[in-house]
């Protein structure tokens, strides 16, 4: 079964530093999917980047970036120039297509500050 | 694009009462839809899975007798809660997704609770 780690329950940034938030997964498969999600106090589930397993180039939204090792299992996200508005929990996915259906498996969350 | 809504947004109800919590796909058809449950500073854990027009497939350790899930069309499925109680209080949140894409649109959540 796959299973994804986030190692980091809490973590604080200073404005505009940058941080990085790791998750590792364990699959047996070749063909899949990662995320990167954030919920503020809203908690509305709100998607940062994502990136696929067959290309080698990490994923790139503006101030957020991955460093995918696909060989590790590793998926950590960068954020840089952190601002207020960053801080919420972030949760990192994982998904297949298993029985045809794309089901997410999530980390347990790393909640991220950023302090004035 | 790809909004989905989730109505209502919060609700407060009696033990023993069944509660309906809505997910509609607003701007897309969603062929799959998900439930997921949240606890406080938990992460979500996927409830089950809900095809259109087909009977949904549940997660291990989730009683489908109590969370009965329809989805009866592309833009819609239901969650019902049946004789909530305490314990049943959480946060429940669903999402969808297209057929050939795999990426999953949250809505916003129900926060629900039983006295």
């Known amino acids: 079964a796959q299973t994804v780690t986030q190692s980091q329950p809490e973590m604080s940034v200073q404005e505009a530093e940058t941080v990085t938030l790791s998750c590792t997964y364990d699959?047996?498969?070749?063909?899949?999917?990662l995320f990167w999600y954030k919920q503020p106090p809203s908690r509305q589930m709100i998607l940062v980047i994502r990136?696929?397993?067959?290309?080698?180039q990490n994923a790139t939204e503006n101030r957020f970036s991955v460093n995918f090792q696909k060989a590790a299992k590793s998926f950590s996200l960068k954020i840089s120039d952190s601002q207020l508005g960053d801080t919420a929990m972030y949760f990192c996915a994982f998904s297949s297509a298993t029985s045809g259906t794309y089901k997410y498996i999530f980390g347990t969350g790393t909640r991220l500050k950023v302090l004035a | 694009g790809a909004v989905v809504s989730q109505h209502p947004s919060w609700v407060i109800c009696k033990s023993g009462t069944s509660v309906k919590i809505e997910c509609r796909s607003l701007?897309?058809?969603?062929?799959?839809m998900f439930w997921y449950r949240q606890f406080p500073k938990q992460s979500l854990m996927l409830m089950a899975t809900?095809?259109?027009?087909?009977?949904?497939?549940?997660e291990q350790g989730v009683e489908k007798d109590k969370f009965l899930i329809n989805h009866a069309s592309l833009t819609l499925s239901t969650l019902t809660v049946t004789s909530a109680h305490p314990e049943d209080s959480s946060f429940y949140i669903c999402?969808?997704?297209?057929?050939?894409?795999?990426?999953?649109?949250f809505g916003p959540g129900t926060r629900l609770t039983v006295l």
């Open positions: 699959t047996s498969e070749n063909n899949y999917y």
């Open positions: 999402s969808a997704s297209l057929s050939s894409y795999n990426e999953q649109f």
């Open positions: 990136q696929e397993a067959y290309k080698q």
């Open positions: 809900s095809n259109e027009g087909s009977k949904a497939t549940y």
């Open positions: 701007d897309f058809q969603a062929t799959t």
